[in-house]
């Protein structure tokens, strides 16, 4: 699990985990928080650019909005897959 400003390209550090989850062979989904911050059109695009970047698929990236509590259900979820593996 990373978590990622949505408002931000991920950084070289977010980069290098990524990358060193996926050559452990480690199931990677990164929760994007601040999604209150942006339009609707505007999460859409930085989402795509985070998966760009970090070279996983879009629906490895979970939208949150913290303040709403959107989103926090999957996040849970994810991570209790995760454990039941």
Known sequence: IIVLDA???PS???I????Y???SHLAIFA???KIDKLSRSQMLQ???KISATLGIQENALIPVNSE???GL???WEKIDQLIAQ
Do not use: A, I, P
């Open 31 to 33: 929760v994007c928080t």
């Open 12 to 14: 070289n550090d977010d």
């Open 21 to 23: 989850g996926k050559e």
């Open 46 to 48: 930085n989402l795509k």
């Open 68 to 70: 709403k509590k959107q």
């Open 73 to 75: 259900e999957v996040v």
């Open 16 to 19: 290098q985990m990524v990358e």
């Open 7 to 9: 408002r931000r390209v």
